[in-house]
Protein backbone atom coordinates (compact mmCIF):
# COMPACT_ATOMS: atom_id res chain seq x y z
CA UNK A 1 0.00 0.00 0.00
CA UNK A 2 2.57 2.52 1.21
CA UNK A 3 4.35 1.33 -2.08
CA UNK A 4 1.40 2.54 -4.20
CA UNK A 5 1.07 5.79 -2.47
CA UNK A 6 4.90 6.97 -3.28
CA UNK A 7 4.12 5.94 -7.10
CA UNK A 8 1.55 8.19 -7.15
CA UNK A 9 3.24 11.19 -5.23
CA UNK A 10 6.33 11.26 -7.48
CA UNK A 11 3.52 10.79 -10.86
CA UNK A 12 2.00 14.24 -9.33
CA UNK A 13 5.24 16.02 -8.45
CA UNK A 14 6.53 15.31 -11.98
CA UNK A 15 3.53 16.90 -13.19
CA UNK A 16 3.85 19.96 -11.13
CA UNK A 17 7.04 20.27 -11.87
CA UNK A 18 6.15 20.64 -15.17
CA UNK A 19 3.70 23.10 -14.96
CA UNK A 20 5.98 25.17 -12.73
CA UNK A 21 8.83 24.83 -15.89
CA UNK A 22 6.27 26.04 -18.29
CA UNK A 23 5.44 29.03 -16.73
CA UNK A 24 9.02 29.93 -17.99
CA UNK A 25 7.63 29.74 -21.86
CA UNK A 26 7.06 33.01 -23.57
CA UNK A 27 10.23 34.31 -21.75
CA UNK A 28 12.53 31.68 -23.05
CA UNK A 29 12.69 30.12 -26.60
CA UNK A 30 11.04 26.64 -26.38
CA UNK A 31 13.85 24.80 -27.84
CA UNK A 32 16.32 26.52 -24.90
CA UNK A 33 14.07 26.11 -21.90
CA UNK A 34 15.02 22.55 -21.59
CA UNK A 35 18.59 23.61 -20.70
CA UNK A 36 17.14 25.94 -17.80
CA UNK A 37 15.21 22.69 -16.41
CA UNK A 38 17.56 20.22 -16.60
CA UNK A 39 20.91 22.01 -15.44
CA UNK A 40 18.64 23.10 -12.52
CA UNK A 41 17.61 19.36 -11.85
CA UNK A 42 21.21 18.08 -12.36
CA UNK A 43 22.74 20.66 -10.33
CA UNK A 44 20.34 19.83 -7.27
CA UNK A 45 20.78 15.96 -7.84
CA UNK A 46 25.02 16.13 -7.67
CA UNK A 47 24.59 18.88 -4.99
CA UNK A 48 22.28 16.81 -2.99
CA UNK A 49 24.73 12.92 -3.41
CA UNK A 50 28.18 15.76 -2.36
CA UNK A 51 26.11 16.54 1.07
CA UNK A 52 25.29 12.98 1.19
CA UNK A 53 29.01 11.49 0.97
CA UNK A 54 30.28 14.89 3.18
CA UNK A 55 28.19 14.11 5.77
CA UNK A 56 28.85 10.03 5.41
CA UNK A 57 32.74 11.42 5.99
CA UNK A 58 32.01 13.10 9.30
CA UNK A 59 30.10 10.11 10.82
CA UNK A 60 33.07 7.78 9.71
CA UNK A 61 35.34 10.40 11.66
CA UNK A 62 37.13 11.92 8.77
CA UNK A 63 35.38 15.35 8.73
CA UNK A 64 39.41 16.51 8.29
CA UNK A 65 39.20 15.32 4.23
CA UNK A 66 35.78 17.29 3.72
CA UNK A 67 37.11 19.21 1.11
CA UNK A 68 39.59 16.82 -0.64
CA UNK A 69 38.27 15.92 -3.91
CA UNK A 70 39.53 12.24 -4.04
CA UNK A 71 37.59 10.96 -0.96
CA UNK A 72 33.95 12.28 -3.39
CA UNK A 73 35.96 10.75 -6.13
CA UNK A 74 36.14 7.23 -4.92
CA UNK A 75 32.81 6.72 -4.70
CA UNK A 76 31.53 8.33 -7.84
CA UNK A 77 30.54 11.92 -6.47
CA UNK A 78 31.25 15.62 -8.15
CA UNK A 79 33.17 17.37 -5.62
CA UNK A 80 31.26 20.91 -5.28
CA UNK A 81 32.75 24.29 -3.74
CA UNK A 82 30.47 26.10 -1.62
CA UNK A 83 29.62 28.47 -4.38
CA UNK A 84 28.29 25.31 -6.72
CA UNK A 85 25.98 23.54 -3.71
CA UNK A 86 22.31 24.02 -4.18
CA UNK A 87 22.08 25.23 -0.55
CA UNK A 88 23.87 28.60 -1.97
CA UNK A 89 21.30 28.54 -4.95
CA UNK A 90 18.38 28.20 -3.06
CA UNK A 91 19.83 30.79 -0.37
CA UNK A 92 20.18 33.66 -3.05
CA UNK A 93 17.51 32.47 -5.54
CA UNK A 94 15.22 35.64 -5.51
CA UNK A 95 17.83 37.90 -5.80
CA UNK A 96 19.07 39.83 -8.73
CA UNK A 97 21.97 38.03 -10.13
CA UNK A 98 20.78 34.58 -9.60
CA UNK A 99 21.04 33.83 -13.27
CA UNK A 100 24.60 34.68 -12.80
CA UNK A 101 25.70 32.35 -9.56
CA UNK A 102 23.94 29.59 -11.40
CA UNK A 103 26.36 29.98 -14.47
CA UNK A 104 29.07 30.00 -11.63
CA UNK A 105 27.79 27.24 -10.28
CA UNK A 106 28.08 25.33 -13.67
CA UNK A 107 31.37 26.50 -14.49
CA UNK A 108 32.92 25.62 -11.65
CA UNK A 109 31.87 21.80 -11.03
CA UNK A 110 32.87 21.29 -14.39
CA UNK A 111 36.18 22.50 -13.61
CA UNK A 112 36.35 20.72 -10.60
CA UNK A 113 35.47 17.58 -12.24
CA UNK A 114 37.24 16.63 -15.27
CA UNK A 115 34.73 14.13 -16.22
CA UNK A 116 31.91 16.60 -16.87
CA UNK A 117 34.29 18.68 -19.13
CA UNK A 118 31.94 20.38 -21.87
CA UNK A 119 28.67 19.01 -20.55
CA UNK A 120 27.44 21.44 -18.24
CA UNK A 121 25.68 24.48 -20.07
CA UNK A 122 27.80 27.59 -20.51
CA UNK A 123 26.57 30.95 -19.66
CA UNK A 124 22.92 30.54 -20.15
CA UNK A 125 20.99 31.78 -17.58
CA UNK A 126 22.95 34.85 -17.51
CA UNK A 127 22.37 35.16 -21.11
CA UNK A 128 18.64 33.89 -21.22
CA UNK A 129 17.45 37.02 -18.87
CA UNK A 130 14.99 35.21 -17.15
CA UNK A 131 12.01 37.06 -15.15
CA UNK A 132 13.84 36.26 -11.70
CA UNK A 133 10.82 35.65 -9.97
CA UNK A 134 9.79 32.45 -12.45
CA UNK A 135 13.32 31.56 -11.96
CA UNK A 136 13.09 31.55 -8.00
CA UNK A 137 9.49 29.24 -8.12
CA UNK A 138 11.16 27.08 -10.80
CA UNK A 139 14.38 26.82 -7.33
CA UNK A 140 11.55 26.53 -4.78
CA UNK A 141 9.76 23.40 -6.85
CA UNK A 142 12.97 21.52 -7.77
CA UNK A 143 14.08 21.92 -3.85
CA UNK A 144 11.31 19.63 -2.93
CA UNK A 145 12.87 16.67 -4.71
CA UNK A 146 15.14 14.33 -2.83
CA UNK A 147 17.16 12.89 -5.21
CA UNK A 148 18.94 10.45 -2.64
CA UNK A 149 16.17 9.43 -0.46
CA UNK A 150 14.82 6.67 -2.72
CA UNK A 151 17.52 4.73 -5.04
CA UNK A 152 14.96 1.83 -6.38
CA UNK A 153 12.59 4.51 -7.49
CA UNK A 154 15.11 6.52 -9.29
CA UNK A 155 13.41 9.74 -9.16
CA UNK A 156 15.45 11.31 -10.95
CA UNK A 157 15.80 9.40 -13.69
CA UNK A 158 12.66 9.58 -13.99
CA UNK A 159 11.46 13.32 -13.81
CA UNK A 160 14.77 13.66 -16.16
CA UNK A 161 12.89 11.00 -18.87
CA UNK A 162 9.32 12.65 -18.24
CA UNK A 163 10.87 16.42 -18.86
CA UNK A 164 13.13 14.60 -21.93
CA UNK A 165 8.98 13.33 -23.11
CA UNK A 166 7.69 16.33 -22.54
CA UNK A 167 10.02 19.10 -24.35
CA UNK A 168 9.99 16.35 -27.26
CA UNK A 169 6.24 16.36 -27.38
CA UNK A 170 6.26 20.54 -26.69
CA UNK A 171 9.19 21.52 -29.62
CA UNK A 172 7.37 19.08 -32.06
CA UNK A 173 9.87 18.42 -35.38
CA UNK A 174 13.31 19.45 -33.62
CA UNK A 175 12.35 17.23 -30.46
CA UNK A 176 13.11 14.18 -32.24
CA UNK A 177 16.44 14.95 -32.35
CA UNK A 178 17.05 14.34 -28.51
CA UNK A 179 14.42 11.72 -27.62
CA UNK A 180 13.36 8.62 -28.51
CA UNK A 181 10.04 7.02 -27.36
CA UNK A 182 10.81 4.94 -24.17
CA UNK A 183 8.77 2.37 -25.55
CA UNK A 184 10.71 1.88 -29.20
CA UNK A 185 14.17 1.99 -26.52
CA UNK A 186 12.59 -0.69 -24.70
CA UNK A 187 11.82 -2.82 -27.58
CA UNK A 188 15.49 -2.25 -29.23
CA UNK A 189 17.03 -3.52 -26.02
CA UNK A 190 14.56 -6.31 -25.04
CA UNK A 191 15.23 -7.72 -28.58
CA UNK A 192 19.08 -7.32 -28.83
CA UNK A 193 19.82 -7.99 -25.59
CA UNK A 194 22.75 -6.35 -24.64
CA UNK A 195 24.16 -8.29 -21.57
CA UNK A 196 27.63 -7.74 -22.06
CA UNK A 197 29.84 -6.00 -24.29
CA UNK A 198 30.55 -2.79 -25.70
CA UNK A 199 27.14 -0.67 -26.93
CA UNK A 200 27.68 1.92 -29.04
CA UNK A 201 24.90 4.45 -30.30
CA UNK A 202 26.95 7.14 -33.44
CA UNK A 203 23.88 10.09 -32.88
CA UNK A 204 22.78 9.03 -29.45
CA UNK A 205 20.91 12.31 -28.72
CA UNK A 206 20.27 12.45 -25.17
CA UNK A 207 21.51 9.35 -24.14
CA UNK A 208 18.47 6.94 -23.71
CA UNK A 209 19.53 4.02 -25.52
CA UNK A 210 22.81 3.49 -22.71
CA UNK A 211 19.86 4.47 -19.81
CA UNK A 212 17.60 1.67 -21.09
CA UNK A 213 20.90 -1.31 -21.64
CA UNK A 214 21.97 -0.64 -18.41
CA UNK A 215 18.35 -0.74 -16.72
CA UNK A 216 18.04 -4.15 -19.24
CA UNK A 217 21.49 -5.35 -17.55
CA UNK A 218 20.39 -4.94 -13.96
CA UNK A 219 16.72 -6.12 -14.39
CA UNK A 220 18.69 -8.93 -15.68
CA UNK A 221 20.90 -9.66 -12.17
CA UNK A 222 23.67 -8.56 -14.61
CA UNK A 223 26.55 -5.96 -13.21
CA UNK A 224 26.65 -2.24 -15.01
CA UNK A 225 30.39 -2.81 -15.16
CA UNK A 226 29.96 -6.21 -18.03
CA UNK A 227 29.57 -3.11 -20.88
CA UNK A 228 31.32 -0.53 -22.01
CA UNK A 229 29.13 2.88 -23.59
CA UNK A 230 30.12 4.77 -26.48
CA UNK A 231 28.16 7.66 -28.24
CA UNK A 232 28.50 10.54 -30.23
CA UNK A 233 26.13 13.06 -30.98
CA UNK A 234 26.48 15.84 -33.45
CA UNK A 235 24.51 18.74 -31.77
CA UNK A 236 26.52 20.35 -29.27
CA UNK A 237 23.45 21.34 -26.87
CA UNK A 238 22.40 17.86 -27.18
CA UNK A 239 25.66 16.24 -26.38
CA UNK A 240 25.76 18.66 -23.29
CA UNK A 241 22.29 16.44 -22.27
CA UNK A 242 23.68 13.16 -22.79
CA UNK A 243 26.57 13.71 -20.46
CA UNK A 244 23.97 15.16 -17.89
CA UNK A 245 22.31 12.05 -19.00
CA UNK A 246 24.43 9.74 -17.97
CA UNK A 247 26.07 11.71 -15.42
CA UNK A 248 22.56 12.26 -12.94
CA UNK A 249 22.38 8.10 -13.39
CA UNK A 250 25.88 7.31 -12.40
CA UNK A 251 26.97 5.61 -15.88
CA UNK A 252 29.94 5.81 -17.13
CA UNK A 253 30.01 6.59 -20.83
CA UNK A 254 32.71 8.08 -23.60
CA UNK A 255 30.60 10.14 -25.93
CA UNK A 256 34.23 11.68 -27.87
CA UNK A 257 36.17 14.46 -26.62
CA UNK A 258 33.46 16.94 -28.76
CA UNK A 259 30.38 17.29 -30.33
CA UNK A 260 30.91 16.05 -33.84
CA UNK A 261 29.24 14.60 -37.25
CA UNK A 262 29.65 10.90 -37.15
CA UNK A 263 30.45 10.10 -40.92
CA UNK A 264 33.06 13.24 -41.02
CA UNK A 265 34.57 12.70 -37.77
CA UNK A 266 34.34 9.52 -36.23
CA UNK A 267 34.81 9.92 -32.41
CA UNK A 268 35.78 6.05 -32.24
CA UNK A 269 37.38 4.81 -35.29
CA UNK A 270 39.04 1.92 -33.96
CA UNK A 271 35.65 0.94 -32.17
CA UNK A 272 34.61 -2.15 -33.05
CA UNK A 273 30.70 -2.89 -30.99
CA UNK A 274 28.92 -6.05 -29.76
CA UNK A 275 25.60 -4.05 -29.75
CA UNK A 276 24.43 -1.21 -31.66
CA UNK A 277 21.39 0.74 -30.95
CA UNK A 278 20.39 4.04 -32.90
CA UNK A 279 17.05 6.11 -33.86
CA UNK A 280 19.33 8.01 -36.82
CA UNK A 281 17.49 11.05 -38.16
CA UNK A 282 15.08 10.20 -40.68
CA UNK A 283 15.55 11.07 -44.45
CA UNK A 284 18.67 13.55 -43.81
CA UNK A 285 19.36 15.11 -47.65
CA UNK A 286 22.85 17.14 -48.46
CA UNK A 287 24.63 14.72 -45.67
CA UNK A 288 27.54 15.31 -47.96
CA UNK A 289 28.36 17.03 -51.11
CA UNK A 290 29.09 14.44 -54.28
CA UNK A 291 32.64 14.56 -53.96
CA UNK A 292 32.86 14.05 -50.48
CA UNK A 293 33.45 10.35 -48.84
CA UNK A 294 32.91 8.51 -51.99
CA UNK A 295 35.99 6.34 -51.25
CA UNK A 296 35.12 5.50 -47.93
CA UNK A 297 36.38 2.64 -46.25
CA UNK A 298 32.81 2.18 -44.64
CA UNK A 299 31.28 1.27 -47.86
CA UNK A 300 33.79 -1.20 -48.99
CA UNK A 301 32.21 -4.13 -50.87
CA UNK A 302 29.14 -1.73 -51.16
CA UNK A 303 27.49 1.05 -53.50
CA UNK A 304 28.13 4.83 -52.30
CA UNK A 305 25.21 6.12 -50.79
CA UNK A 306 23.54 8.69 -52.57
CA UNK A 307 23.81 12.23 -50.99
CA UNK A 308 20.02 12.96 -51.46
CA UNK A 309 19.24 10.45 -48.28
CA UNK A 310 21.72 9.38 -45.36
CA UNK A 311 19.86 6.34 -44.40
CA UNK A 312 21.72 3.76 -46.15
CA UNK A 313 24.89 5.76 -44.72
CA UNK A 314 24.09 5.22 -41.27
CA UNK A 315 23.54 1.82 -42.41
CA UNK A 316 26.14 1.18 -43.58
CA UNK A 317 28.44 2.89 -40.68
CA UNK A 318 26.87 0.82 -38.38
CA UNK A 319 27.37 -2.41 -40.17
CA UNK A 320 31.18 -1.64 -40.03
CA UNK A 321 31.20 -0.50 -36.33
CA UNK A 322 30.05 -4.40 -35.35
CA UNK A 323 32.28 -6.97 -34.12
CA UNK A 324 32.34 -10.16 -35.77
CA UNK A 325 29.30 -11.54 -33.80
CA UNK A 326 27.56 -8.07 -33.13
CA UNK A 327 24.23 -6.94 -33.83
CA UNK A 328 22.43 -3.61 -34.48
CA UNK A 329 18.76 -2.59 -33.81
CA UNK A 330 17.97 0.97 -35.38
CA UNK A 331 14.97 2.64 -36.12
CA UNK A 332 14.53 3.92 -39.66
CA UNK A 333 12.00 5.37 -41.87
CA UNK A 334 9.54 2.86 -43.75
CA UNK A 335 11.00 3.82 -47.18
CA UNK A 336 14.07 2.35 -46.51
CA UNK A 337 12.95 -1.12 -46.74
CA UNK A 338 11.61 -0.88 -50.24
CA UNK A 339 13.39 2.23 -51.76
CA UNK A 340 15.48 1.80 -55.29
CA UNK A 341 17.00 5.28 -55.38
CA UNK A 342 19.85 6.21 -56.28
CA UNK A 343 21.35 2.62 -55.49
CA UNK A 344 19.92 2.21 -52.40
CA UNK A 345 18.08 -0.76 -53.74
CA UNK A 346 21.30 -2.38 -54.73
CA UNK A 347 22.85 -1.83 -51.15
CA UNK A 348 20.05 -3.49 -49.41
CA UNK A 349 20.20 -6.65 -52.14
CA UNK A 350 24.18 -6.75 -51.11
CA UNK A 351 23.36 -6.95 -47.37
CA UNK A 352 20.66 -9.39 -47.72
CA UNK A 353 23.15 -11.58 -49.84
CA UNK A 354 25.89 -11.42 -47.42
CA UNK A 355 23.09 -12.70 -44.95
CA UNK A 356 23.68 -10.10 -42.71
CA UNK A 357 19.57 -8.91 -42.15
CA UNK A 358 18.00 -10.78 -38.74
CA UNK A 359 14.52 -9.00 -38.15
CA UNK A 360 12.66 -6.96 -39.77
CA UNK A 361 8.99 -5.32 -37.86
CA UNK A 362 7.02 -2.69 -39.36
CA UNK A 363 6.04 -0.46 -35.94
CA UNK A 364 2.65 1.29 -35.64
CA UNK A 365 2.14 4.99 -36.54
CA UNK A 366 1.55 7.79 -34.09
CA UNK A 367 4.65 6.56 -32.28
CA UNK A 368 6.90 9.20 -32.15
CA UNK A 369 6.37 12.85 -30.82
CA UNK A 370 8.00 14.80 -33.74
CA UNK A 371 6.92 12.83 -37.30
CA UNK A 372 3.92 10.80 -38.53
CA UNK A 373 6.08 9.13 -40.96
CA UNK A 374 5.81 5.58 -40.71
CA UNK A 375 8.78 3.69 -39.03
CA UNK A 376 10.76 0.08 -38.96
CA UNK A 377 13.16 -1.67 -37.00
CA UNK A 378 16.34 -3.49 -38.41
CA UNK A 379 17.72 -5.69 -36.69
CA UNK A 380 21.51 -6.81 -38.12
CA UNK A 381 24.44 -9.43 -37.17
CA UNK A 382 27.24 -10.56 -38.16
CA UNK A 383 27.01 -13.78 -37.06
CA UNK A 384 23.79 -16.28 -37.05
CA UNK A 385 25.47 -19.60 -36.57
CA UNK A 386 24.73 -21.38 -33.54
CA UNK A 387 25.93 -18.83 -30.31
CA UNK A 388 26.51 -19.56 -26.73
CA UNK A 389 25.11 -16.41 -24.30
CA UNK A 390 27.80 -16.66 -21.53
CA UNK A 391 26.33 -16.61 -17.96
CA UNK A 392 22.70 -17.42 -20.12
CA UNK A 393 22.62 -20.55 -21.46
CA UNK A 394 18.70 -20.12 -22.06
CA UNK A 395 19.52 -17.40 -24.35
CA UNK A 396 21.44 -19.32 -26.59
CA UNK A 397 21.39 -19.15 -30.13
CA UNK A 398 20.31 -21.82 -32.81
CA UNK A 399 22.09 -21.70 -36.49
CA UNK A 400 19.25 -19.74 -38.48
CA UNK A 401 21.87 -18.95 -41.71
CA UNK A 402 19.96 -17.86 -44.87
CA UNK A 403 16.89 -17.21 -42.83
CA UNK A 404 15.32 -13.85 -41.99
CA UNK A 405 12.51 -13.03 -39.75
CA UNK A 406 9.56 -10.68 -40.58
CA UNK A 407 6.84 -8.75 -37.80
CA UNK A 408 4.03 -7.21 -38.73
CA UNK A 409 3.45 -4.88 -35.72
CA UNK A 410 1.22 -2.51 -37.00
CA UNK A 411 -1.87 -3.46 -35.35
CA UNK A 412 -0.56 -3.10 -32.05
CA UNK A 413 0.43 -0.16 -28.99
CA UNK A 414 -1.89 1.60 -27.95
CA UNK A 415 -3.69 5.26 -27.92
CA UNK A 416 -2.37 7.10 -24.70
CA UNK A 417 -3.50 10.84 -26.25
CA UNK A 418 -5.52 11.77 -29.12
CA UNK A 419 -2.58 11.69 -31.08
CA UNK A 420 -0.06 9.24 -29.75
CA UNK A 421 -0.10 5.74 -29.29
CA UNK A 422 2.48 3.68 -26.99
CA UNK A 423 3.64 -0.64 -27.21
CA UNK A 424 2.75 -1.73 -23.58
CA UNK A 425 4.85 -4.07 -21.85
CA UNK A 426 2.61 -6.61 -23.23
CA UNK A 427 3.65 -5.74 -26.79
CA UNK A 428 7.03 -5.21 -25.97
CA UNK A 429 6.98 -8.33 -24.15
CA UNK A 430 5.25 -10.69 -27.58
CA UNK A 431 6.91 -8.81 -29.98
CA UNK A 432 10.73 -9.85 -28.13
CA UNK A 433 9.06 -13.38 -27.58
CA UNK A 434 8.66 -14.13 -30.75
CA UNK A 435 12.12 -13.01 -31.74
CA UNK A 436 14.24 -15.08 -29.04
CA UNK A 437 11.53 -18.02 -29.80
CA UNK A 438 12.86 -17.55 -33.70
CA UNK A 439 16.30 -16.90 -32.52
CA UNK A 440 16.15 -20.31 -30.53
CA UNK A 441 16.84 -19.08 -26.72
CA UNK A 442 14.90 -22.18 -24.79
CA UNK A 443 13.49 -19.21 -22.39
CA UNK A 444 10.79 -18.01 -25.19
CA UNK A 445 9.74 -21.88 -26.15
CA UNK A 446 8.95 -22.94 -29.93
CA UNK A 447 8.46 -20.59 -32.17
CA UNK A 448 6.12 -20.69 -35.35
CA UNK A 449 4.57 -18.74 -38.46
CA UNK A 450 1.35 -16.57 -37.17
CA UNK A 451 -0.46 -15.21 -40.61
CA UNK A 452 -0.59 -11.21 -40.56
CA UNK A 453 2.40 -11.59 -37.47
CA UNK A 454 5.22 -13.41 -38.33
CA UNK A 455 7.06 -15.20 -40.92
CA UNK A 456 10.46 -17.13 -41.14
CA UNK A 457 11.83 -16.87 -44.73
CA UNK A 458 15.40 -17.80 -46.71
CA UNK A 459 17.25 -15.72 -48.68
CA UNK A 460 15.32 -17.15 -51.79
CA UNK A 461 12.19 -15.93 -50.59
CA UNK A 462 13.78 -12.11 -50.26
CA UNK A 463 15.18 -12.38 -53.76
CA UNK A 464 11.75 -13.47 -55.23
CA UNK A 465 10.12 -10.35 -53.48
CA UNK A 466 13.36 -8.17 -55.48
CA UNK A 467 14.83 -7.41 -51.91
CA UNK A 468 12.15 -5.86 -50.71
CA UNK A 469 11.96 -6.02 -47.07
CA UNK A 470 8.77 -4.94 -45.92
CA UNK A 471 6.94 -7.44 -43.28
CA UNK A 472 3.14 -6.99 -44.86
CA UNK A 473 4.82 -8.61 -48.02
CA UNK A 474 5.63 -11.93 -46.17
CA UNK A 475 3.39 -12.50 -43.19
CA UNK A 476 0.51 -12.81 -44.99
CA UNK A 477 -3.57 -11.87 -43.42
CA UNK A 478 -4.35 -12.61 -40.43
CA UNK A 479 -6.90 -15.59 -39.79
CA UNK A 480 -10.41 -14.45 -40.02
CA UNK A 481 -12.14 -16.92 -37.37
CA UNK A 482 -15.12 -18.58 -38.43
CA UNK A 483 -17.89 -17.86 -36.49
CA UNK A 484 -20.38 -20.34 -37.95
CA UNK A 485 -23.07 -18.43 -38.90
CA UNK A 486 -24.09 -19.30 -42.54
CA UNK A 487 -23.92 -15.78 -44.68
CA UNK A 488 -27.27 -15.77 -44.97
CA UNK A 489 -28.72 -15.44 -41.96
CA UNK A 490 -25.57 -12.71 -41.56
CA UNK A 491 -27.35 -10.77 -44.14
CA UNK A 492 -30.38 -10.90 -43.06
CA UNK A 493 -29.33 -9.16 -39.54
CA UNK A 494 -27.01 -6.67 -40.97
CA UNK A 495 -29.41 -5.37 -43.42
CA UNK A 496 -32.09 -5.50 -40.20
CA UNK A 497 -30.09 -2.75 -38.36
CA UNK A 498 -29.05 -0.69 -41.70
CA UNK A 499 -32.66 -0.55 -42.11
CA UNK A 500 -33.34 0.54 -37.80
CA UNK A 501 -30.64 2.74 -38.24
CA UNK A 502 -32.10 4.92 -41.43
CA UNK A 503 -35.32 4.94 -39.61
CA UNK A 504 -33.59 6.75 -36.72
CA UNK A 505 -32.06 9.08 -38.66
CA UNK A 506 -34.82 10.43 -40.19
CA UNK A 507 -36.53 10.91 -36.89
CA UNK A 508 -33.46 12.61 -35.89
CA UNK A 509 -33.34 14.74 -39.10
CA UNK A 510 -37.12 15.48 -38.47
CA UNK A 511 -36.60 16.70 -35.11
CA UNK A 512 -33.31 19.21 -35.90
CA UNK A 513 -35.65 20.38 -38.48
CA UNK A 514 -38.41 21.49 -36.13
CA UNK A 515 -35.42 23.04 -33.79
CA UNK A 516 -34.06 25.01 -37.10
CA UNK A 517 -37.70 26.34 -37.89
CA UNK A 518 -38.59 27.01 -34.02
CA UNK A 519 -35.50 29.46 -34.09
CA UNK A 520 -36.81 31.20 -37.25
CA UNK A 521 -34.66 29.12 -39.75
CA UNK A 522 -36.99 26.40 -42.08
CA UNK A 523 -37.13 26.22 -45.42
Known amino acids: MAKTQSKKTTKSFEQTLWDT ?15 VVLSLIFLKFVSDKFEERKQALV ?14 AMKNVFYLPPEARWSFIRKHAKQDDIALKIDTALSTIEKTNKSLRGALPDN ?43 FAATEGKGGGE ?19 GKIYDPCCGSGGMFVQSIKFVESHQGNQKDISIYGQEYTATTYKLAKMNLAIRGIAGNLGDVPADSFFKDQHPDLKADFIMANPPFNMDQWRASDELTDDPRWAGYEVPPTGNANYAWILHMIAKLSEHGTA ?56 KAQTIPGHSDSNHRNREGETLFIDARNMGSMISRVHKELTPDDINHIARTYHAWRGEAKDGEYEDVPGFCKAVTLDDIKANDYVLTPGRYVGAAEIEDDGVPFEVKMAELSKMLYRQMDEG ?13 LGYGE
Open 21 to 35: ADKLRGTVESSEYKH
Open 329 to 384: GFVMANGSMSTNTKGEGAIRQKMVENDLVDCMIALPGQLFYTTQIPVCLWFLTKNK
Open 124 to 166: YFSRLGIDVSKLAALIDSIDNIDTVEDREQDVVGRVYEYFLGK
Open 59 to 72: DEGQGDYVDMVEFY
Open 178 to 196: FYTPKCVVNLLAEMIEPFQ
Open 506 to 518: EKLDAVIRGSLEG
